[in-house]
Nanobody, 116 residues
Framework: VQLQASGGGLVQAGGSLRLSCAASGRFVGIKDMAWYLQAPGKERELVAIIDREGRSDYADSVKGRFTISRDFVKHVVYLQMNSLNPEDTGIYYC???????????WGQGTQVTVSS
């Protein structure tokens, strides 16, 4: 299974970006899909997660600003990021948990830089 992330870039504070991550390969079903942020010099942290029922959860720091969604047919997860601030800067990784095989996969990461 491969995860291909895209949509990162450079944006000014207050701006918006939309990340996408598409899963491809041999699998049957995906449970959770999620986005993580690895800020410079910090550990990778969960930003948002969405399950196969469409239920989502967010880190406190992004609630009200970010929205996670997914296309259940195309196996794509999105992260709409609004009101970006410099603390949102870092590499965003997507994660998918396949059902068959039961495994966790990571995308290659996409860089987001928010300038003040």
């Amino acid at each position: 299974v491969q995860l291909q992330a895209s949509g990162g870039g450079l944006v000014q504070a207050g701006g918006s970006l939309r990340l996408s991550c598409a899963a491809s390969g041999r699998f049957v079903g995906i449970k959770d899909m999620a986005w993580y942020l690895q800020a410079p010099g910090k550990e990778r942290e969960l930003v948002a997660i969405i399950d196969r029922e469409g239920r989502s959860d967010y880190a406190d720091s992004v609630k009200g600003r970010f929205t996670i969604s997914r296309d259940f047919v195309k196996h794509v997860v999105y992260l709409q990021m609004n009101s970006l601030n410099p603390e949102d800067t870092g590499i965003y990784y997507c994660r998918a948990d396949s059902i068959i095989p039961m495994n966790t996969y990571w995308g290659q990461g996409t860089q987001v830089t928010v300038s003040s």
